[in-house]
């Protein structure tokens, strides 16, 4: 079974900082650029977070919130909370033995349903193929290593 999963963003955020620290200078552009750069450090800091949320948080209309991160990153706000939703759940699929139900809690949605539609659209499978296929290479590269060490250790040893 030789699949391709697709693990690259859906959009591009790894230059966000530099997309805000580019923007025109005027005291409205620096209090712009000063919540945009609160908002990210909320979504990096990993937890579940969401438009209300951050609207929230920052004493802002949810529409007006949206507006000014588009204008500030030309990128949609609620497309980068779902990607890095998404990417969390990845890691969390790799590295836990968590449930999908649970994975689906833990990065903020309430139906593991909606979870598992919008995890098939970012990575082309559902979270537990993608789960699999994810063991299969681990358990690829286990066999590989245990080979080397075999030709290794009869190298050595004859």
């Given amino acids: 079974m030789n699949r391709k999963i697709n693990a690259k963003p859906a959009s ?7 997309r805000v620290a580019t923007q025109r200078d005027s005291p409205t552009h620096e209090l ?4 945009v750069s609160k908002i990210l450090e909320i ?3 990993g937890g579940p977070c969401n438009v209300c949320d951050l609207a929230r948080e920052l004493n802002l209309s949810k529409s007006h919130l949206q507006h000014l991160f588009k204008r ?18 990845a890691h969390l699929l790799q590295s836990s033995k968590m449930s999908i139900k649970q994975i689906a809690c833990a990065v ?4 593991t349903s909606s979870f598992t ?7 082309t499978e559902p979270p ?5 296929y994810l063991q299969s290479l681990d358990l690829q590269s286990l066999e590989v290593l245990t080979q080397s060490l075999e030709m290794l250790t009869k190298s050595f040893f004859g």
């Avoid at 500030?72 to 759940?89: D, I, P, V, Y």
């Avoid at 537990?128 to 699999?132: A, I, K, S, T, W």
């Fill in 12 to 18: 591009p955020d790894e230059d966000l900082e530099e």
């Fill in 32 to 35: 712009q650029q000063v919540r």
């Fill in 43 to 45: 979504i990096k800091s």
């Fill in 72 to 89: 500030q990153t030309g990128l949609c706000l609620g497309h980068l909370l779902t990607e890095q939703k998404l990417r969390r759940a």
């Fill in 108 to 111: 903020g949605y309430e139906h």
């Fill in 117 to 123: 539609r919008a995890f098939e659209r970012r990575f």
């Fill in 128 to 132: 537990r193929v993608y789960r699999q």
